[in-house]
């Protein structure tokens, strides 16, 4: 039986979430269709008829990266009749993953009504709605808009305190969401009158951050962030500078493009990245380790060996990423207690550090303050991609999106004051981010930017305890580990 196009007025998937690469299994030619005992002709024979059909298609959305799932949103998609219903499940990284944009843009443009339906607990196989399957899961249901129709991204986030564990459960769980009041912006989900189950947020399906969360005032912190507006619990509200970091700047390379193999004989990036061997020519910020990354300042760990007839490409690169200032592109908040970091000087950054370059170099020791104050944290997880538990993921392109403080505001003075105040902490040692909580340092830095550098009243600290308190607590922060926050 073949569906015609746009048929179907319901269409529901629990598409296969493999991906195309044989990072884990090299004898496996394409894992995407390494099941039911393919053979490798037939594997590589259905991969090249999923290309041919993904070239027939107008706006694809199915992205290698992004897995299987995204080539059956297409599927899914064509078949779905305007004011059909689309009805998916995914992985919890469709909402904000880079590989999966084009996903997200479709269900913007061409879709209405849309609910995405998340879990924000801890522990890997709380968060996913099948049965066998390790990772975190999303349900998304859409309405195809009719002929005149144009979506509007308008999107119901409901995050749900743990799996529905029965059919009956799942009945009420549907109900109690249909329930909802249509004018409210967020709120909590209760079946019954007394029993929360989760709690619910409207936003634009651009905020992806709202989903998996278990208090609504972070996603209030996070989005007033973007409007430049500082907004704490207990109604507290002010005018706060900020801008995206693309406006400060631009990202370094991607790190392949540093140090990246040889193919046909030709390296892609110009470095061989080794061990520092006395005092390098190319120092390199690479790896991760948490326990030398708890204070502001990191020394380099590696330096760049030049290959052989790169020596020009060598110079290119350092001339063209070499900076002080470093973001952490994996950020294991439970282990790791910075987002940004600066090297004692010049270095090139690797693949877990890599370089922002500023416009400015007088706009360096502000934006590393603030990227390690509560705030700063905040807005770095909110952004990134919270697959796995306690861990906040961006790729170097989707550093520019980043919420900082805007550097540019300041007077003279304040950025004076500024290097007063990293003189005063680029010493301390700061916790784990998930233990802000409990970091007198990290305290600290947030009443040293906010009410001496920004001049903000010291009655913002108290509601800024309450959301640090409660952003500790998120199940996606502290991953279940036992140096969360007592919230009993």
Same mark, same amino acid.
């Given at each position: 039986?073949?569906?015609?196009?746009?048929?179907?007025?319901?269409?529901?998937?629990?598409?296969?979430?493999?991906?195309?690469?044989?990072?884990?299994?090299?004898?496996?030619?394409?894992?995407?269709?390494?099941?039911?005992?393919?053979?490798?002709?037939?594997?590589?024979?259905?991969?090249?008829?999923?290309?041919?059909?993904?070239?027939?298609?107008?706006?694809?959305?199915?992205?290698?990266?992004?897995?299987?799932?995204?080539?059956?949103?297409?599927?899914?998609?064509?078949?779905?009749?305007?004011?059909?219903?689309?009805?998916?499940?995914?992985?919890?990284?469709?909402?904000?993953?880079?590989?999966?944009?084009?996903?997200?843009?479709?269900?913007?443009?061409?879709?209405?009504?849309?609910?995405?339906?998340?879990?924000?607990?801890?522990?890997?196989?709380?968060?996913?709605?099948?049965?066998?399957?390790?990772?975190?899961?999303?349900?998304?249901?859409?309405?195809?808009?009719?002929?005149?129709?144009?979506?509007?991204?308008?999107?119901?986030?409901?995050? #749900? =305190? @743990?799996?529905?564990? %029965?059919?009956?459960? *799942?009945?009420? !769980?549907? /109900?109690?969401?249909?329930?909802?009041? $249509?004018?409210?912006?967020?709120?909590?989900?209760?079946?019954?009158?007394?029993?929360?189950?989760?709690?619910?947020?409207?936003?634009?399906?651009?905020?992806?951050?709202?989903?998996?969360?278990?208090?609504?005032?972070?996603?209030?912190?996070?989005?007033?962030?973007?409007?430049?507006?500082?907004?704490?619990?207990?109604?507290?509200?002010?005018?706060?500078?900020?801008?995206?970091?693309?406006?400060?700047?631009?990202?370094? #390379? =991607? @790190?392949?493009?540093? %140090?990246?193999?040889? *193919?046909?004989? !030709?390296? /892609?990036?110009?470095?061989?990245?080794? $061990?520092?061997?006395?005092?390098?020519?190319?120092?390199?910020?690479?790896?991760?380790?948490?326990?030398?990354?708890?204070?502001?300042?990191?020394?380099?760990?590696?330096?760049?060996?030049?290959?052989?007839?790169?020596?020009?490409?060598?110079?290119?690169?350092?001339?063209?990423?070499?900076?002080?200032?470093?973001?952490?592109?994996?950020?294991?908040?439970?282990?790791?207690?910075?987002?940004?970091?600066?090297?004692?000087?010049?270095?090139?950054?690797?693949?877990?550090?890599?370089?922002?370059?500023?416009?400015?170099?007088?706009?360096?020791?502000?934006?590393?303050?603030?990227?390690?104050?509560?705030?700063?944290?905040?807005?770095?997880?909110?952004?990134?991609?919270?697959?796995?538990?306690?861990?906040?993921?961006?790729?170097?392109?989707?550093?520019?999106?980043?919420?900082?403080?805007?550097?540019?505001?300041?007077?003279?003075?304040?950025?004076?004051?500024?290097?007063?105040?990293?003189?005063?902490?680029?010493?301390?040692?700061?916790?784990?981010?998930?233990?802000?909580?409990?970091?007198?340092?990290?305290?600290?830095?947030?009443?040293?930017?906010?009410?001496?550098?920004?001049?903000?009243?010291?009655?913002?600290?108290?509601?800024?305890?309450?959301?640090?308190?409660?952003?500790?607590?998120?199940?996606?922060?502290?991953?279940?580990?036992?140096?969360?926050?007592?919230?009993?």
């Amino acid at each position: 039986m073949i569906l015609p196009r746009e048929t179907a007025d319901l269409v529901i998937m629990n598409p296969p979430f493999t991906r195309p690469t044989n990072h884990e299994k090299a004898e496996v030619p394409v894992p995407s269709f390494a099941g039911l005992g393919k053979t490798e002709d037939e594997q590589r024979a259905m991969a090249k008829r999923l290309a041919e059909i993904r070239r027939r298609l107008a706006n694809p959305v199915g992205h290698g990266n992004a897995g299987l799932a995204s080539n059956f949103i297409d599927l899914a998609h064509v078949k779905t009749k305007p004011g059909g219903v689309l009805a998916l499940v995914l992985p919890a990284v469709c909402v904000s993953g880079e590989s999966w944009k084009e996903v997200r843009r479709l269900l913007e443009v061409e879709y209405e009504d849309l609910v995405i339906v998340t879990i924000a607990a801890h522990g890997q196989t709380d968060l996913a709605f099948s049965a066998d399957t390790g990772m975190a899961e999303a349900l998304v249901v859409a309405t195809k808009c009719r002929a005149g129709q144009e979506g509007s991204g308008k999107t119901l986030f409901v995050n #749900l =305190y @743990h799996r529905p564990s %029965s059919l009956a459960e *799942s009945f009420e !769980v549907a /109900r109690s969401v249909r329930r909802l009041s $249509p004018q409210a912006r967020q709120g909590r989900v209760c079946v019954g009158d007394r029993e929360t189950i989760g709690t619910y947020i409207r936003a634009p399906l651009s905020q992806g951050g709202c989903a998996s969360l278990r208090e609504t005032t972070l996603a209030d912190a996070a989005l007033g962030l973007l409007k430049k507006t500082l907004r704490l619990p207990q109604g507290y509200s002010a005018p706060l500078p900020t801008t995206q970091l693309r406006s400060l700047g631009e990202e370094g #390379l =991607y @790190h392949l493009d540093i %140090s990246g193999g040889i *193919s046909n004989g !030709v390296p /892609r990036g110009p470095f061989e990245i080794i $061990p520092i061997q006395g005092i390098p020519q190319y120092p390199v910020l690479r790896s991760h380790d948490a326990k030398r990354e708890r204070s502001l300042v990191v020394p380099p760990d590696s330096e760049g060996e030049v290959r052989p007839g790169c020596d020009d490409r060598a110079v290119s690169v350092w001339n063209r990423v070499a900076s002080r200032l470093h973001f952490n592109l994996d950020f294991r908040i439970n282990s790791q207690s910075l987002t940004a970091c600066l090297t004692p000087a010049k270095a090139i950054g690797g693949r877990a550090w890599p370089n922002f370059i500023l416009e400015q170099d007088e706009w360096t020791l502000p934006l590393v303050l603030w990227s390690n104050t509560t705030l700063g944290l905040l807005a770095f997880w909110w952004v990134g991609t919270r697959q796995q538990q306690g861990r906040a993921c961006l790729t170097i392109t989707q550093l520019p999106r980043l919420t900082v403080l805007d550097p540019r505001s300041l007077s003279k003075e304040q950025l004076a004051q500024a290097e007063n105040i990293f003189e005063r902490f680029k010493e301390k040692e700061f916790l784990p981010a998930n233990e802000a909580y409990r970091d007198d340092a990290r305290q600290a830095l947030d009443r040293a930017v906010l009410v001496e550098l920004l001049r903000l009243p010291e009655a913002a600290l108290e509601p800024l305890a309450i959301l640090r308190d409660q952003w500790c607590a998120e199940p996606s922060v502290h991953g279940g580990k036992k140096t969360r926050i007592d919230n009993s």
